[in-house]
Nanobody
Framework: QGLVEESGGGLVQAGGSLRLSCAAS????????MRWYRQTPGNQRELVAG???????NYADSVKGRFTISRDIAKNTVYLQMNSLKPEDTAVYYC???????????????WGRGTQVTVSS
């Protein structure tokens, strides 16, 4: 098991909903930011949504009003609620976190392995 694990992907019809979850290891105590990216074959990963430790959020224009990112700090988990899904949302979705190591002040970035989301028309 890696430090970051995504779940919740699958196949859904256009207009449907999915909820992705990303759980970071309990050994990680200082997560400063958590993000969701997505990637389609032949393309770079694009930022879908992000949330800071203070709760500030940001979204790609293409998902505003349809996707909602949230986090459960106690569980080291971030969620991505995806509504009104479109075929162009089809991609592998990756979780990405920033971890602050307080002893050194260093921030390290970690990726999950991704979860496939397929939206049929």
């Amino acid at each position: 098991q890696g430090l970051v694990e995504e779940s919740g992907g699958g196949l859904v019809q256009a207009g449907g909903s999915l909820r992705l979850s990303c759980a970071a290891s309990e050994s990680i105590s200082s997560i400063t930011a958590m993000r969701w990216y997505r990637q389609t074959p032949g393309n770079q990963r694009e930022l879908v949504a992000g949330i800071t430790s203070g709760g500030s959020t940001n979204y790609a224009d293409s998902v505003k009003g349809r996707f909602t990112i949230s986090r459960d700090i106690a569980k080291n988990t971030v969620y991505l609620q995806m509504n009104s899904l479109k075929p162009e949302d089809t991609a592998v979705y990756y979780c990405n976190i920033d971890v602050l190591y307080r002893a050194t002040g260093v921030i390290r970035n970690y990726w999950g392995r991704g979860t496939q989301v397929t939206v049929s028309s």
